[in-house]
């Protein structure tokens, strides 16, 4: 399965954006939570935000806590990752993944 990640872009200090990923080919018969990462230039790829598959249950990273919302509508895909109040330390690559799907990732470029 491709999963695909979009809504990346520059965006300036406290502003917000929005990502969505989905299924972009494929089919699978694993069904897990969905997660979100980002990873920097000669970093390792960090954990950001969880939902978990049937009861809808988030996780957050203590560094995306309460600025950061993950949710779905009433299917499994797509998955969405609402950011607000951006720090400059927010850009990354932003990936989605489920079991052992991954997407490209998109961009977020937070600038101070």
Partial sequence: V????SGGGLVQAGGSLRLTCVVASGNSDCISSVNWYR???GK???FVAR??????VTNYS???EGRFTVSRGKTRFPVYLQMTNLK???TDVYYCNE???WGQGTRVTVSS
Avoid: F, K, W, Y
Avoid at 51 to 56: L, M
């Fill in 2 to 5: 491709q999963l695909a990640e």
């Fill in 39 to 41: 990873q920097g230039t």
């Fill in 44 to 46: 390792d790829r960090e």
């Fill in 51 to 56: 939902i978990h598959a049937g009861a809808n």
């Fill in 62 to 64: 203590p560094s995306v």
């Fill in 88 to 90: 400059p330390e927010d």
């Fill in 99 to 101: 079991c052992a799907d």
